[in-house]
């Protein structure tokens, strides 16, 4: 009764358009902030962090800036040279433009998490904090919150990437299009990761699969390219060669093994999956489990909230009855 209450409560706080649901998100814009203090300024801008953008500026000041909780005045010299050091202030007036404008990426995110809250009406909803870091953070939690390094987003063909010796196929992953999918990820992990169920490669899939379950769900209006960070000649790999992934799989005796480096490929950004032609994505694991996922849903009525707590891969293999042969 107590669950049901309470996502009636949060029905409330959504406006609705068509078949979505969209929540209110609270996003702080620190970066700009940041660029904006000088050496008149800089004492007293950073004393309001704390009130403007909350546990955030403990965790700037501690995790990215990597220095005490309590300001003193060799903190702010740091601050000053970080934002007055040429290359990052060239880097951040990259962030400035493509980022002037935040409202679509906000909408989404407010579309996403408004899906969230009606899967997992008991689970919160984060604030979100955008920050440039000089490169070192891209998606980071904290307090049940979420910010995200807009410089880690400047586009593949960003001078940053190569500058910093980034390979082509993690330079793909840089784009704006994929912010939605990386937050979801990274929220999803947040709160489930504990239920991965084994270091097997068959409970990785399983896991990987569920998180793209949802995030197909948090994303209706993404292609599935973008939701699994996928180009779409990539996508179209994987789609017409879920029989032979799988069929490796099987063959290479890997479906239950817990020794890593054999299929670290499979389920980490590679240029290619380990065994499979260049054509083929990493991750390709994210796929195979997300159809097992998709399989399993359709044979077990099930909700998916039950479905994230699953923690039998074997047995969740066999309900599935996910059996690729195209």
Same mark, same amino acid.
């Given at each position: ?207 990987? !699969?569920?998180?793209? +379950?949802?995030?197909?769900?948090? #994303?209706?209006? $993404?292609?599935? *390219?973008?939701? =699994? @960070? ?13 029989? !032979?992934?799988?069929? +490796?799989?099987?063959?290479?005796? #890997?479906?239950? $093994?817990?020794? *890593?480096?054999? =299929? @670290? ?29 998709? *399989? ?31």
């Amino acid at each position: 009764m107590n669950r049901i209450v309470l996502f009636l409560t949060v029905v409330l706080l959504f406006s609705c358009t068509s078949d979505k649901v969209k929540v209110d998100l609270k996003v702080s814009r620190f970066e700009q902030s940041l660029f904006t203090i000088n050496n008149d300024n800089v004492e007293e801008l950073a004393g309001k962090w704390e009130v403007e953008f909350g546990t955030f500026n403990e965790v700037f000041s501690t995790q990215i800036m990597q220095k005490g909780s309590r300001p003193d005045t060799q903190y702010y010299h740091e601050l000053l040279a970080f934002v007055q050091h040429n290359d990052m202030r060239e880097a951040y007036d990259s962030v400035a433009l493509l980022f002037a404008n935040f409202s679509e990426i906000e909408e989404e995110l407010e579309f996403a998490f408004g899906q969230f809250l009606v899967d997992f009406p008991s689970y919160p909803v984060p604030e979100i904090t955008t920050f440039f870091g000089g490169f070192n953070y891209g998606v980071v939690t904290y307090d049940n919150n979420i910010a995200i390094g807009l410089e880690n987003f400047l586009g593949k063909n960003s001078k940053y990437y190569s500058l910093l010796g980034d390979p082509q196929y993690l330079r793909f992953h840089k784009q704006k299009k994929f912010i939605a999918s990386n937050v979801s990820e990274v929220w999803i992990n947040e709160h489930f990761r504990q239920y991965i169920g084994g270091r097997d490669l068959l409970s990785q899939l399983i896991y990987k !699969g569920k998180v793209m +379950y949802c995030i197909d769900k948090m #994303l209706p209006e $993404s292609t599935m *390219e973008d939701k =699994f @960070r996928f180009s779409k000649a990539q996508m179209d790999w994987v789609e017409e060669n879920e029989a !032979g992934i799988w069929k +490796y799989i099987v063959n290479n005796n #890997l479906l239950f $093994s817990k020794e *890593e480096q054999q =299929f @670290r490929t499979f389920i980490n950004y590679a240029p290619f999956s380990k065994g499979m032609p260049s054509e083929s994505p990493g991750r390709v694991g994210y796929y195979i489990g997300y159809r097992m996922v998709s *399989e399993y849903m359709g044979n077990n009525e099930i909700d998916i909230e039950d479905l994230m707590y699953l923690t039998d891969s074997r047995e969740f293999l066999k309900q599935s009855k996910y059996k690729p042969t195209k």
